[in-house]
């Protein structure tokens, strides 16, 4: 079966910078793109950006340009992001998604587990 | 970038309750519409998709529907385990974006 599993929790001070994984499994890895995404404390959901596991070609939302890479390792099936310069403010759970889908018809079909970030000093 | 704007952000309502849940978008985005249910401490789940596909083994009592740039997800005879949070998502364009969310409570 489809499954996204997605590294622990994470603490860290202001300035530090996070990595997450995001390991796949149950399809062909090459096949669909994934999204980060994360969601601030009582907050909903806010895209972060897009990895094509074929080539690692990545497109950012603009707010994390410069803050944020993403890149994978196809012979472990594996997605990571990682954030620079943390702070306060990006204390949330973040996710990693399967994008999916024809036409229009496109969609987050298997979702992590989430990580959560607290950046705290 | 596409905003979607989500009504109301909160809805108290009992079982058996038929409720509704709006988002509009700031452009036309066509049929590119997603609807996910959310739990506490959970990842999102996708109900529907192309604003009125329902997921496999998501219960035909959800449905949903779309005028122009309005997208309406509809909740027939609500069930205990359908309070959550919903949320709206367009994939038109990039970035994504989603809605802010409906908290539904149990009245």
């Known amino acids: 079966q489809v499954q996204l599993v997605q590294s622990g929790t994470e603490v860290k001070k202001p300035g530090a910078s996070v990595r997450i994984s995001c390991r796949t499994s149950g399809y062909r890895f090459n096949t669909y793109y994934v999204h980060w995404i994360r969601q601030s404390p009582g907050q909903g959901p806010e895209w972060m950006g897009i990895?094509?596991?074929?080539?690692?070609?990545?497109t950012y939302a603009q707010k994390f340009q410069g803050k944020v890479t993403m890149t994978r390792d196809t012979s472990t099936s594996t997605v990571y992001m990682e954030l620079r310069n943390l702070r306060f403010e990006d204390t949330a759970v973040y996710y990693c998604?399967?994008?999916?889908?024809?036409?229009?018809?496109?969609?987050?079909?298997?979702w992590g587990q989430g990580t959560l970030v607290t950046v705290s000093s | 970038d596409i905003q979607m704007t989500q009504s109301p952000s909160s809805l108290s309502a009992s079982v058996g309750d038929r409720v509704s849940v709006t988002c509009r978008a700031s452009?036309?985005?066509?049929?590119?519409l997603n609807w996910y249910q959310q739990k506490p401490g959970k990842a999102p789940k996708l109900l529907i998709s192309?604003?009125?596909s329902l997921q496999s083994g998501v219960p035909s009592r959800f449905s949903g529907s779309v005028s122009g740039t309005e997208f309406t997800l509809t909740i027939s005879n609500l069930q205990p385990e359908d309070f959550a949070t919903y949320y709206c998502?367009?994939?038109?364009?990039?970035?994504?974006?989603f809605g802010g969310g409906t908290k539904m409570e149990i009245k």
């Open positions: 990895i094509n596991p074929i080539g690692g070609n990545t």
């Open positions: 452009q036309i985005i066509s049929h590119y």
């Open positions: 998604a399967r994008f999916r889908g024809t036409g229009s018809d496109l969609h987050f079909d298997f």
């Open positions: 192309n604003a009125f």
């Open positions: 998502q367009q994939s038109y364009s990039l970035p994504l974006t």
